[in-house]
């Protein structure tokens, strides 16, 4: 599909959002700023994240954790190097325990077999606007 603003591509994350149940891994990618944090924040919304929580990209953080219907864990790999990192920040645990979804940006940096179980989604920049987003399952 093609996002023609930062807006369509939070709706389309609500709408994503509303349907996902626990121990659901949305695998994201795409180049910075292609629409993976808008996108999460608007899947934040759609798993009943309350409002006053502000999404951000977990940059430094690694992982943010963030109430609703069900808990988002919202990981950002771009500076991590290897599978070994991954697991040292507890992402590998917190998806073998499937309590909550699990957004991922930068997840081409996760193993095979866990993406193989994931919701894919690829951004892509079109113009300053307008993004395609490719949905895979």
């Not at 988002?72 to 917190?94: K, P, S, V």
Request: hydrophobic share 35%.
């Amino acid at each position: 599909m093609i996002s023609r603003s930062r807006e369509e591509t939070c709706n389309l994350g609500r709408k994503i959002g509303e349907s996902l149940q626990p121990g659901a891994l949305v695998a994201l990618t795409g180049d910075l700023g292609s629409g993976k944090t808008a996108f999460v924040q608007g899947l934040a919304r759609g798993l009943g994240v309350p409002r006053d929580y502000y999404i951000t990209s977990p940059t430094y953080t690694l992982i943010n954790e963030y109430p609703g219907r069900c808990p988002l864990f919202h990981a950002d790999l771009y500076r991590l190097e290897n599978n070994a990192d991954i697991e040292d920040i507890g992402l590998y645990d917190i998806l073998r325990k499937g309590e909550g979804v699990a957004a991922v940006e930068w997840a081409e940096r996760l193993d095979k077999e866990t993406l193989s179980a994931a919701i894919r989604i690829h951004f892509e920049i079109l113009d300053d606007e307008s993004r395609r987003v490719v949905i895979e399952r």
